[in-house]
Nanobody, 126 residues
Framework: QVQLVESGGGLVQAGGSLRLSCAASGRTFSSYTTGWFRQAPGKEREFVSAISGSGRSTYYGDPVKGRFTISRDNAKNTVYLQMNSLKPEDTAVYYC???????????????????WGQGTQVTVSS
């Protein structure tokens, strides 16, 4: 069982930066693939980024490539999402998700993740 708690969201101007954190409980978190998804009002949940348990493999959705960076500190049971050059279209609730077994080809599918956080709001003003 893993519990996830996101933090770091807020209001920022376009071009600014935020760093989201996903703190996890559970001693085996280092073996979990962890992803970030976002959902804007009236839109479907969208894949943002994912990182393997070891941290050696990272994946990004096309809208955030080159602007966002995912990382993890397994000693702290925490995954981070550094978001730079934010745009108004990045406005959404951001969710952290984790699962112990996800095929490489499936990391971008929300249905593959068993554990989810409650979400944190990110608002980017123009």
């Amino acid at each position: 069982q893993v519990q996830l708690v996101e933090s770091g969201g807020g209001l920022v101007q376009a071009g600014g930066s935020l760093r989201l954190s996903c703190a996890a409980s559970g001693r085996t978190f280092s073996s979990y693939t962890t992803g970030w998804f976002r959902q804007a009002p009236g839109k479907e949940r969208e894949f943002v980024s994912a990182i393997s348990g070891s941290g050696r493999s990272t994946y990004y959705g096309d809208p955030v490539k080159g602007r966002f960076t995912i990382s993890r500190d397994n000693a702290k049971n925490t995954v981070y999402l550094q978001m730079n050059s934010l745009k108004p279209e990045d406005t959404a609730v951001y969710y952290c998700a984790a699962d112990p077994i996800i095929a490489t080809s499936r990391y971008s599918f929300a249905s593959e993740y068993e554990y989810w956080g409650q979400g944190t709001q990110v608002t980017v003003s123009s």
